[in-house]
C-alpha cells in the first residue's frame, strides 16, 4: 500500500510540474515575441515575424508532444475558406505587398475584382459568424494563392473530421452551428499572437482592433499604401 501511494504521488507530483512547464511555454513564447515584434520597423514587418514564429512553434508543438490531437486538415481541402477572416494590424498590409511583388499585373486586377465582390457578398450577411463567402484568394485548384502569408485565423484554424467542416459551411442553417473543436495548444499560440500584435499597435499608438481580412485587403490594395 505504501508503496501504491508513493507511486500516485510521485505521479502526481510529476503532472502537476508538466502542467507548469505547459503554461510556462506559452509565456515564454509570448515574451519573446514580444520582444522581436518591437524590433520591427512597421505592422508589416511585425506580422511577417510573428508569422513565422508560429509558424516555428505550432510545428514544435506538434512534433514533440504526444499523442498528438488528430487533424483531417489537407491539401485541397478548402471548406474553411468560405468562413469569415479577421486580422489583426499589419497583417492584411502584409499580404498587400506580397500580392503586389508576386502577382501579374492582370492577376492583381482579376483578383481586386474577386476581392471587391466578396466584399458586397459579406456585407449582405446579418453576422460574421454566417459568413460563406469563397475567399478571393483560394485558387481554381482549391489552393491558397497566398499560402506563405495566409492570415493567422487561417493558421489557426483545424479540424479532426473533414465532413464536420464541409457541414458547417455547406450544410443546412442546422448543420451550419456545428461546432469544431481545435487543437488547444495550436490555437492558443495563434492567439497568443494575434494578442501581441494588437498591443504593438495600442504602444505605437495606431488601431489595435483586428478588422475583416476581405475589407482590410480592398483598402490595402485600393489605396496603394
Do not use: W
Not at 446579418?126 to 495566409?150: A, F, H, K, N, W
Amino acid at each position: 500500500l505504501d508503496r501504491i501511494s508513493q507511486d500516485i504521488a510521485q505521479t502526481g507530483a510529476l503532472t502537476s510540474e508538466a502542467s507548469r512547464r505547459y503554461e510556462e511555454m506559452f509565456t515564454v513564447f509570448r515574451s519573446e515575441l514580444e520582444l522581436a515584434l518591437d524590433a520591427s520597423p512597421s505592422m508589416a514587418d511585425a506580422a511577417r515575424t510573428a508569422f513565422a514564429m508560429v509558424e516555428v512553434a505550432t510545428s514544435a508543438l506538434q512534433s514533440s508532444f504526444p499523442n498528438p490531437h488528430p487533424r483531417a486538415c489537407r491539401d485541397q481541402c478548402s471548406a474553411c475558406c468560405h468562413l469569415f477572416v479577421s486580422t489583426p494590424p499589419g497583417a492584411a498590409r502584409l499580404i498587400a505587398e506580397h500580392i503586389r511583388e508576386t502577382f501579374e499585373a492582370d492577376a492583381q486586377s482579376a483578383l481586386l475584382e474577386r476581392i471587391k465582390a466578396a466584399a458586397a457578398a459579406i456585407e449582405q450577411a446579418s453576422s460574421t459568424s454566417e459568413v460563406r463567402v469563397r475567399c478571393p484568394l483560394l485558387g481554381d485548384d482549391e489552393r491558397c494563392t497566398i499560402y506563405d502569408v495566409r492570415p493567422l485565423s487561417c493558421r489557426a484554424f483545424t479540424s479532426s473530421e473533414a465532413s464536420l467542416c464541409h457541414a458547417m459551411v455547406f450544410g443546412d442553417e442546422q448543420e451550419q452551428k456545428t461546432r469544431i473543436d481545435q487543437d488547444a495548444g495550436h490555437y492558443r499560440l495563434h492567439v497568443e499572437a494575434t494578442d501581441a500584435l494588437q498591443q504593438l499597435a495600442a504602444k505605437r499608438k495606431l488601431d489595435p482592433r483586428q478588422r475583416g481580412f476581405v475589407h482590410g485587403l480592398l483598402d490595402h490594395l485600393t489605396k496603394g499604401d
